[in-house]
């Protein structure tokens, strides 16, 4: 018999859990599933005979280290920077890990210490990063085993609303980490475009947006991920003319989102005055010019928009001009800002939210140039079973089994980028129902 452990049952482990269950009296498992929330565990069990729920808080460490040291792989579905809470426990009784998380400097630290126990931490193992990593790795290496040589890779991945249960006027509700959304773009966005690098400090982020043709799906709009030129290594592509990875979203959704960054409502670097008084409105008051004009007159010469401009109505329709008091619960603006998000952008039961990821392959072989053009679309059932949680779950789901039925050679901190990982899980992803069309033209 073999024991899972997994720790965080949050709504991106659905569908990891899922898969597991319907599959452990096949392969006599039996999965443990943990949370702070013993409720929340106790429902994802499903009732079924091969699964139980722990509470756990995760720096009790006692209790951790029993439960690590009884199975035979742990799954972290834990916020990024809480793996490394897992990961010496891990080492001590040689229990492979498996994460959907990047690989912090923190967790790369431990590679020789991994190596040595002679186990696997599996890390980016989720939607992006993870089929990213494995359906663009399968394309590259396809492509290089035929003759060619790659010169520009684009990559673009949104976790959106589906059409049907698109109707607000910002055209987006959240399916993964609100605070995530909140905070995007923070930092300098790094990518290199027709043999130059390009830099993109944070404040003109939003206003560089790009367009992208998506077949069926018309044109949307992406911005710059934060870090492009790490893909140099993990990906072979060192000599490329091109590499740049963004996030879709919906037309004109950055340039309104560009107008609460000019504003100050996403930084989260100082605290707003504790004040029982203090509104959404005094807030966005505070962060304007003075004058005898209206509000919502002054937020527009800001900002530079007309008066008149939809991008107004979509600040206004957050309710960020209304007499609500803030609660002092949150201490900066980006905080006060992902509670109304919240509440506005929140999926309801019957909402279905939408994954579109498109991978851009420029090459040339045989003396000719071509563009390989491969998309997937996911969209989710109801706002429990996602298209983020069936496509950050599944990936780990599907290794798990191959690693508790097949084994593995790899040792040490790896991400999904080795034919030895990606050939498995893309071939089972496939009967489940996850694919990509590719369309490859002559240029």
């Known amino acids: 018999m073999k024991e899972i452990l997994i720790i965080g049952a949050g709504r991106s482990a659905t569908t990891l859990i899922d898969y597991l269950l319907e599959r452990c009296g096949q392969f006599d498992w039996r999965v443990t599933i943990c949370d702070m929330n013993l409720d929340l565990a106790n429902s994802k069990t499903g009732g079924s005979d091969f699964a139980k729920a722990e509470a756990l808080n995760i720096n009790d460490a006692a209790k951790r280290s029993a439960l690590i040291s009884k199975s035979d792989v742990v799954v972290s579905m834990l916020p990024p920077f809480m793996h490394t809470k897992l990961v010496e426990d891990c080492i001590r009784y040689k229990t492979p890990m498996v994460n959907a998380s990047y690989v912090s400097e923190e967790m790369q630290s431990y590679q020789d210490e991994v190596s040595k126990a002679g186990i696997l931490f599996l890390c980016e193992m989720g939607l992006d990063p993870g089929i990213d990593h494995m359906s663009a790795m399968e394309l590259m290496d396809q492509i290089r085993g035929e003759g060619g040589k790659i010169k520009g890779f684009k990559s673009y991945t949104g976790g959106l609303v589906a059409p049907e249960s698109d109707d607000n006027p910002w055209h987006y509700k959240f399916s993964w980490s609100p605070r ?120 527009a010469h800001m900002t530079d928009s007309p008066i008149d401009d939809h991008i107004i109505d979509q600040i206004e329709w957050l309710g960020l001009l209304d007499e609500v008091p803030i609660d002092p619960a949150f201490k900066s603006p980006a905080d006060v800002l992902e509670d109304i998000l919240l509440k506005k952008w929140k999926l309801r039961a019957e909402d279905k939210d939408m994954i579109i990821m498109q991978h851009e392959i420029d090459y040339t072989r045989d003396n000719k140039a071509y563009q390989l053009k491969s998309t997937l679309l996911e969209i989710g059932e109801d706002n429990v079973n996602t298209a983020m949680s069936r496509l950050v779950g599944l990936p780990m789901a599907v290794y798990v089994k191959h690693l508790l039925t097949e084994g593995t050679s790899l040792q040490g901190i790896h991400v999904p980028v080795v034919r030895d990982i990606y050939q498995p899980v893309l071939k089972e992803l496939a009967t489940l129902g996850v694919t990509f069309s590719d369309v490859t033209e002559e240029k």
Request: charged share 25%.
């Open 180 to 299: 995530n959304v909140v905070v995007a773009g923070q930092g300098t966005a790094q990518f290199v475009e027709d043999g130059h690098y390009r830099f993109i400090p944070y404040h003109r982020i939003f206003t560089r947006a790009r367009p992208i043709f998506v077949p069926g799906m018309g044109e949307w709009e992406s911005y710059a991920n934060r870090d492009s030129l790490s893909y140099r290594d993990k990906y072979g592509l060192h000599d490329v003319e091109t590499l740049y990875r963004g996030t879709i979203r919906h037309r004109g959704f950055c340039k309104a989102w560009n107008v609460l960054v000019q504003l100050g409502m996403t930084d989260s670097h100082f605290s707003i005055p504790d004040d029982k008084h203090f509104t959404y409105r005094d807030l966005l008051e505070s962060f304007c010019n003075s004058g005898p004009e209206p509000l919502r007159k002054r937020i």
